[in-house]
């Protein structure tokens, strides 16, 4: 039977990659009665996520991990202020999070509610199709 396999074949299963996270709302697992796990594009996109929302000094271990976005979100709201979102969120990703591939980051203010729509764009690495994440950042204490 080994001749079921082509190159091609090899090839595919050799550069796709498998990413594993926990899953941090501690859902349980129905059939190992485990926490949950998110894996491949899940994973990755919860690790965007929890970048963008990480302080500096907030990882053990890591102080450097992190940015000043949160700081950011009491500036007034002007488009400078976009601009420094926009950038502190491409910084933050391609230093950090090597698992993605980013296509765009795009911050709109929302001066009704106090907040930023952030919507980010990237590829993860082995993956063929793009990924969108949009989110709010507002101001909190």
Do not use: C, W
Not at 27 to 50: C, H
Not at 64 to 71: K, T
Not at 111 to 116: C, E, K, P, S, T
């Amino acid at each position: 039977m080994a001749g079921l396999y082509d190159t091609t074949t090899i090839s595919k299963e050799r550069s796709s990659r498998n990413y594993k996270d926990l899953n941090l709302s501690f859902i349980a697992n129905p059939a190992t009665k485990d926490i949950a796990k998110l894996k491949d594009v899940e994973a990755v996109k919860r690790s965007v996520r929890n970048l963008i929302e990480l302080n500096h000094f907030e990882k053990p271990f890591h102080p450097e991990i992190g940015s000043d976005i949160r700081n950011l979100l009491f500036e007034n709201m002007t488009p400078i202020t976009d601009i420094a979102i926009t950038r502190a969120v491409e910084d933050l990703l391609t230093t950090y999070e090597p698992r993605a591939r980013l296509v765009s980051v795009n911050t709109n203010a929302q001066l009704d509610r106090n907040a930023y729509q952030v919507t980010i764009s990237f590829y993860v690495v082995g993956s063929p199709e793009p990924i969108t994440i949009e989110t709010m950042l507002e101001r909190t204490r």
